[in-house]
């Protein structure tokens, strides 16, 4: 099974920031659109941004304007810089392709949004 590796996560203050990484092996990251999703206690695992190998990004509406998505295709690197993070953000990160594959989720990055 290949993992992808997420890291980045922590605790935070709410509206502070994160930056998030996910290393991806070569030959999945190449010419991928990647996602970064989410999952809270007791919610299922939802796409929150993704990013296409030219740059092309979208995001879910709940992050839009605080978080952005980048990738470097020369080190096979994706990250979410998260800013103004709020309550609701707080869950475990994961990174994958778009759309996802169930042999790819790593151990994710907890984020963790303190009052």
């Known amino acids: 099974q290949v993992q992808l590796v997420e890291a980045g996560g922590g605790l935070v203050q709410a509206g502070g920031s994160l930056n998030l990484s996910c290393t991806v092996p070569?030959?999945?990251?190449?010419?991928?659109?990647m996602g970064w999703y989410r999952q809270s206690p007791g919610n299922q695992r939802d796409l929150i941004a993704r990013i296409s190998w030219s740059g092309w990004t979208t995001y879910a509406d709940s992050v839009k304007g605080r978080f952005t998505v980048s990738r470097d295709n020369t080190e096979n690197t994706m990250y979410l810089q998260m800013n103004s993070l709020k309550s609701e953000d707080a869950a475990v990160y994961y990174c994958?392709?778009?759309?996802?594959?169930?042999?790819?989720w790593g151990q994710g990055t907890q984020v963790t949004v303190s009052a």
């Open positions: 070569r030959n999945i990251f190449d010419r991928n659109t």
């Open positions: 994958n392709v778009w759309p996802p594959r169930e042999a790819y």
